[in-house]
């Protein structure tokens, strides 16, 4: 599978002691295919068990939350923290709230988060968590008791510098609001443990458009550089339609594109002339499930009741912005076949791996998530600067760092491409640029 005999043994044995867990291994099996080419050349990984120790959570938290519902009934629900790795910096990354939530999944998005966060530039960790509660369709008073009850637990393992957690699917800023709440009673200190705050208590601007922004802002240089071209007149589809795929459908709207087909969890809905950002604006504010509803205000679009099938629809630039493996082969032949020429991860691992070799061979442009989805975390990181600081920064002043870091991590990752593979190969490219970083400090600090 791998020309390294140390990859091919160790990924065996991860296998093995995983099984359970495909999402953790779909990960690790990913970054191990970039990885092949320094592992042989590089024995100091194999001595220093580096491997072996970056695929290993330094640290999982697993704990029980107990909360009452708004008719008296008593439920209990898991919660998580997966401390990846602190090599750089104090662990940093979302918590989810979501049935599907389990370990697996959180190891993957931990691991991913980890080489994610050092292509920021910013000294931040690896780290993810979260629960499998549910918030659809539950009230704010709910809400407020399962995020007090979830922080009960959790404030123990946080602090500014040991794990700065910040939001995730689920997770926005009425959560974020209950959690740094109860967090700052128990501790009594305001020192900004959360990100993704409000912006009356330490919160940053731009962080909530941060995302989305930042995967356009990635995009653009990846069309600038690749085919000396910009989003202009650009076709846009976009699944998913919350924190992350409404603010890159916005962005890429004021850069020129034409956004005309976008989904949530139901199905999607398409026009080609472009749909209107306000109306699903307005939409997704009130409930995310915008798609079938929308047709009430635009009769003349087209909805279909599979989101999946988006992919379907004729486009230049396809942005998946919601989960994990929402985007299969199937789907990746047909963007292909209908002219479809650049694919970026809005979301953690939205593409499987045998649609990511199918976009790679048919020679697509493809940038994989943990570079062109790593502007929240960026500004996740200039917010914990703006709190220790005691100061916040303007928004423009944010937002120019934003796109000086996008533009600063493609050029890292193409960088890397071009050295190791061929120049358009950013998921090697990715994943060698953060690794080198976290492996240096792990090299420098010793048998840990
Ligand atoms: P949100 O909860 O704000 O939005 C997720 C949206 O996707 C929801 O509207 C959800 O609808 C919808 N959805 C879920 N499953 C599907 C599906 N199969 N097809 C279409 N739509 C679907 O989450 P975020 O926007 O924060 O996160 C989205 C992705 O981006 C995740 O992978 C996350 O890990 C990643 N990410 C998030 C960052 C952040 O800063 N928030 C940073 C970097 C990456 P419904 O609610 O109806 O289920
Ligand atoms: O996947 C991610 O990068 C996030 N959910 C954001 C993490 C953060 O700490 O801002």
Redesign the pocket.
């Known amino acids: 599978m791998f020309n390294s005999v140390y990859l091919n043994e160790l990924f065996e044995k991860t296998r093995e002691r995983n099984s359970s867990q495909p999402e953790y291994l779909q990960a690790v099996e990913e970054f191990f295919e970039s990885m092949d080419f320094i592992v042989c050349n590089d024995p100091k990984i194999e001595k220093n068990a580096i491997m072996e120790r970056a695929i290993e959570p330094e640290r999982t938290i697993k704990f029980r939350v107990t909360w009452v519902d708004d008719k008296n009934v008593v439920n209990v629900n898991r919660g998580y923290r997966i401390q990846f790795n602190s090599a750089i910096g104090p662990y940093k990354g ?1 918590l ?1 709230f979501h049935p599907s939530v389990n370990e697996s999944i959180l190891k993957f ?1 931990g691991f991913e988060q980890t080489f994610k966060n050092a292509l920021t530039g910013l000294p931040m960790g690896g780290g993810k968590g979260g629960s499998d509660f549910d918030p ?1 369709g539950k009230s704010d008073n709910e809400i407020m008791r399962f995020c007090q009850n979830f922080m009960q637990e959790l404030y123990r393992h946080l602090g500014p510098d040991t794990d700065v957690p ?7 800023f009425r959560e974020i609001g209950f959690l740094y709440g109860m967090y700052r009673k128990i501790k009594n200190e305001n020192t900004g443990v959360l990100t ?1 705050k409000g912006l009356s208590y330490g919160g940053s601007l731009v962080r909530k458009e ?2 989305g922004y930042g995967v356009c802002y990635f995009v653009a240089e990846m069309l600038r550089v690749y085919r000396n071209d910009n989003f202009e007149g650009k076709k846009v589809i976009i ?7 409404m603010h890159a459908a916005l962005k890429a709207q004021e850069l020129g594109a034409s956004v005309i087909a976008m ?4 199905g999607y809905v398409h026009d080609e002339n472009g749909l209107d950002l306000n109306i699903i604006k307005m939409l ?1 504010e009130k409930a ?2 915008f798609s079938q509803k929308y047709l009430e205000y635009r009769p003349s679009a087209i909805y279909e009741d599979s ?2 099938r988006m992919w379907g629809v004729p486009c230049d630039i396809a942005l998946p ?4 493996n ?1 985007l299969p082969l199937d789907g990746a032949k047909k963007l292909v076949e209908n002219g479809c020429f650049l694919v970026a991860e ?3 691992m ?1 593409t499987t791996l045998d649609a990511t070799k199918y976009l790679q061979h048919a020679d697509i442009l493809f940038a994989p ?1 943990k570079a062109a ?2 502007g ?2 960026a500004v996740s990181g200039l917010e914990m600067s703006q709190n220790a600081q005691h100061y916040p920064w303007t928004y423009a002043e944010v937002d120019q760092k934003l796109e000086f870091i996008m533009a600063d991590i493609f050029k890292k990752v193409y960088t890397e491409a071009r050295k190791y593979t061929d120049h358009r190969n950013l998921v090697v490219g990715a994943n060698i640029a953060g690794f080198m970083r976290v492996y240096q400090a792990m090299l420098e600090q010793g048998i840990l």
């Not at 910040?166 to 926005?172: K, L, N, T």
């Not at 912005?321 to 994990?324: F, K, L, P, Y």
């Open positions: 979302g989810r998005l659809r910040a939001g995730d699917i689920g997770v926005g993704g941060a995302t699944s998913g339609c919350g924190k992350v795929g989904s949530d969890i139901n997704t995310p499930e989101p999946v912005c919601a989960t994990q929402e809005g979301a953690n939205p998530g989805n790593a929240g975390v």
